[in-house]
Nanobody, 113 residues
Framework: VQLVESGGGLVQPGGSLRLSCTAS????????MSWYRQAPGKERELVAG????????TYADSVKGRFTISRDNAKNTVYLQTNSLKPEDTGVYYC???????WGQGTQVTVSS
């Protein structure tokens, strides 16, 4: 199993980023996927999840209405569109395969003026 995240960076408050996670080594379309994040000195927390077919999506209360999770099973990729970013969204964002307990290496998101 391999998960490769990309799309992180430095952005001003109110800005947007689109994170991507490309998967390989398993049948992507049969697994639900999640995005987690970890801020400095804090525990890793669940941000959003999506079912294998994409019809069911869940979000942490802190990101509802600002973040959107989606997936393209033809491209073995899950996305996280992050809008109206706040400084408290800063952290390393990780992709996670439900059922396989596998993590990507993470991509850093920094929201600062």
């Amino acid at each position: 199993v391999q998960l490769v995240e990309s799309g992180g960076g430095l952005v001003q408050p109110g800005g947007s980023l689109r994170l991507s996670c490309t998967a390989s080594g398993f049948t992507f379309s049969t697994y639900g996927m999640s995005w987690y994040r970890q801020a400095p000195g804090k525990e890793r927390e669940l941000v959003a999840g999506i079912s294998n077919g994409g019809s069911v999506r869940t979000y942490a209360d802190s990101v509802k209405g600002r973040f959107t999770i989606s997936r393209d099973n033809a491209k073995n990729t899950v996305y996280l569109q992050t809008n109206s970013l706040k400084p408290e969204d800063t952290g390393v964002y990780y992709c996670y395969v439900r059922g396989l307990n596998s993590w990507g290496q993470g991509t850093q998101v920094t929201v600062s003026s």
